[in-house]
C-alpha cells in the first residue's frame, strides 16, 4: 500500500540498505513499484552503470530523459549507442517550448542570464509532470557530487514530487563508477575524457582544470550547483 511509504520507514528501509549492492536496491524497488517506477537519466557514467544493471535485472523499466534541446553531440551519440548495447528504449520528456518560443518569452540566452530559470522551464516542469505519472523513480546521484546530495538516503520520500526515490549509488565514489564501467567495457560520452567531468547542457558546462572540483564547469562563475530537479532552485 502506498500509505505505508512514509518518509520514516523509507529513511529506516534506506539505512538497512546500506552497504549493499546497488543491484539490490534495485531488485526491491522494481519489485514492490513496478510498472509505475521509473529510471531518469542525464547520460553520465552513473547513469550508464545503473542501465547496465536495469538491462539486466529489468530491462523493460521505464527509462527516461529530460531533452532540454542544449545537449552536446557527443550526449546524444552517447544515448543512441547506449540503446543499441543495452537493447532498451528511452522516453524522450520535453518541456513543449521551443528555444526560439523560449528565446522571445524570455529574452535570447535565458542560460546565461538567469539559468534558475531556464532549468525550471525545461527540466524541472517536465519532471513534475512526468513523475505525477509514476510511484516512484530512480536516480544516479552520489552523496559526494555536491553539498545538497551529502544527505541523500539509498532510499528516501520525495517531497518535491510526492513519491519514492531510490538513489542505488548514492555512496559510492567517482572511482567506483568507473571501475564498473572499465570492467564492463561500458560505453561513456567521449567529452569526459577531454576535460568535462559532469556534463549537461552545452551552454552552461565548461571544461575544468585538473584537480578542481568535478562539477566546477557546471554554471561556472554563477553561484549555481543544482539544476533544480533534486532540490528546489530559484525560478
Same mark, same amino acid.
Given at each position: 500500500m502506498v500509505s505505508e511509504w512514509t518518509p520514516e520507514a523509507l529513511q529506516q528501509l534506506g539505512e538497512q540498505f546500506e552497504g549493499r549492492p546497488p543491484e539490490e536496491v534495485l531488485r526491491w524497488g522494481i519489485q514492490q513499484f513496478?510498472?509505475? /517506477?521509473?529510471?531518469a537519466t542525464g547520460f553520465g557514467p552513473e547513469g550508464v552503470v545503473?542501465?547496465?544493471?536495469?538491462?539486466?535485472?529489468a530491462p523493460e523499466t521505464t527509462i527516461f530523459y529530460?531533452? !532540454?534541446d542544449l545537449f552536446f553531440p557527443e550526449t546524444v551519440?552517447?544515448?543512441?549507442e547506449l540503446e543499441a548495447r543495452f537493447g532498451m528504449s528511452f522516453t524522450r520528456v520535453q518541456c513543449g517550448l521551443s528555444l526560439e518560443a523560449q528565446a522571445e518569452a524570455h529574452g535570447s540566452e535565458l542560460w546565461a542570464r538567469d539559468p534558475d530559470r531556464?532549468?525550471?522551464?525545461?527540466?524541472?516542469?517536465?519532471l513534475r509532470r512526468f513523475l505525477s505519472t509514476q510511484r516512484a523513480w530512480i536516480t544516479a /546521484?552520489?552523496?559526494?557530487? !555536491?553539498?545538497?546530495?551529502?544527505?541523500?538516503?539509498?532510499?528516501?520520500?520525495?517531497?518535491?514530487?510526492?513519491?519514492? $526515490?531510490?538513489?542505488p549509488l548514492v555512496g559510492w565514489t567517482s572511482d567506483q563508477v568507473w571501475d564498473y564501467i572499465h570492467a564492463h567495457d561500458l560505453p561513456f560520452n567521449r567529452l569526459h575524457v577531454l576535460g568535462y567531468p559532469s556534463i549537461g547542457c552545452w551552454p552552461c558546462t565548461r571544461p575544468v582544470a585538473p584537480g578542481d572540483d568535478p562539477r566546477a564547469g557546471r554554471w561556472a562563475?554563477?553561484? $549555481? !550547483?543544482?539544476?533544480g /530537479?533534486?532540490?528546489?532552485?530559484r525560478k
Open positions: 513496478a510498472p509505475d /517506477i521509473a529510471m545503473l542501465l547496465h544493471q536495469l538491462s539486466q535485472l529530460l531533452d !532540454t551519440a552517447l544515448r543512441d531556464c532549468c525550471h522551464l525545461r527540466k524541472v516542469e517536465p /546521484i552520489r552523496r559526494n557530487q !555536491t553539498a545538497a546530495r551529502a544527505g541523500a538516503g539509498l532510499v528516501e520520500w520525495d517531497r518535491a514530487h510526492g513519491l519514492v $526515490k531510490f538513489n562563475g554563477l553561484g $549555481k !550547483t543544482e539544476c /530537479i533534486h532540490w528546489p532552485a
